[in-house]
T-cell receptor
Framework: EAAVTQSPRSKVAVTGGKVTLSCHQTNNHDYMYWYRQDTGHGLRLIHYSYVADSTEKGDIPDGYKASRPSQENFSLILELASLSQTAVYFC????????????FGKGTRLTVV | GDSVTQTEGQVTVSESKSLIINCTYSATSIGYPNLFWYVRYPGEGLQLLLKVITAGQKGSSRGFEATYNKEATSFHLQKASVQESDSAVYYCALSDNSAGNKLTFGIGTRVLVRP
């Protein structure tokens, strides 16, 4: 069974602080993604990566950085957390074939206070 | 840009009754998107329920069905007889045909099945 593991599962951060969300996959997938979900919105793509040491901007990258140090690991970094970044964040992975299934982690609930 | 609109909020249905969740899409950057339904059970990540990549075709899984209607730009999800275990959040989504599998999601519809 394909597995995507996110840590932490829940976090409270202070406005202006740095937050790092981590993601690890054991699927041997080339693609990894970070999405966020807010009340009133579907999941929106923040950053993605198709190879280690390279990341790409998604639809809403402002205020976020991403890091892909290895095929298995993909981090999302909030250098200066803001109230508007309170959301649930999902990491996902997929193979590099078109139309293939995307596998999601269980999500990280981030609250910025 | 591309967008997906689906039934908003929560749908409550009694066990053994039928369920329909409406989904329409707008794919301005691609002519024929690939269409998906994902489901999120309590405490779990999203998982693929079904997908259809060819217009006019129907996908099915776990008793759910959805037909890719290109003319109506719709991909409604239906089940004839729901069970309590179908209580979850359902997301309609689309992607283009690139290898990136980047998904555009609808807002999600929470389904509560009452025994």
């Amino acid at each position: 069974e394909a597995a995507v593991t996110q840590s932490p599962r829940s976090k409270v951060a202070v406005t202006g602080g740095k937050v790092t969300l981590s993601c690890h996959q054991t699927n041997n997938h080339d693609y990894m993604y970070w999405y966020r979900q807010d009340t009133g919105h579907g999941l929106r793509l923040i950053h993605y990566s198709y190879v280690a040491d390279s990341t790409e901007k998604g639809d809403i990258p402002d205020g976020y950085k991403a890091s892909r140090p290895s095929q298995e690991n993909f981090s999302l970094i909030l250098e200066l957390a803001s109230l508007s970044q309170t959301a649930v964040y999902f990491c996902a992975s997929s193979a590099d074939r078109a139309n293939t299934e995307v596998f999601f982690g269980k999500g990280t609930r981030l609250t910025v206070v | 840009g591309d967008s997906v609109t689906q039934t908003e909020g929560q749908v409550t249905v009694s066990e053994s009754k039928s369920l329909i969740i409406n989904c329409t899409y707008s794919a301005t950057s691609i002519g024929y998107p690939n269409l998906f339904w994902y489901v999120r059970y309590p405490g779990e990540g999203l998982q693929l329920l079904l997908k259809v990549i060819t217009a006019g075709q129907k996908g099915s899984s776990r008793g759910f069905e959805a037909t890719y209607n290109k003319e109506a730009t719709s991909f409604h999800l239906q089940k004839a007889s729901v069970q309590e275990s179908d209580s979850a959040v359902y997301y309609c989504a689309l992607s283009d045909n690139s290898a990136g599998n980047k998904l555009t999601f609808g807002i999600g519809t929470r389904v509560l099945v009452r025994p």
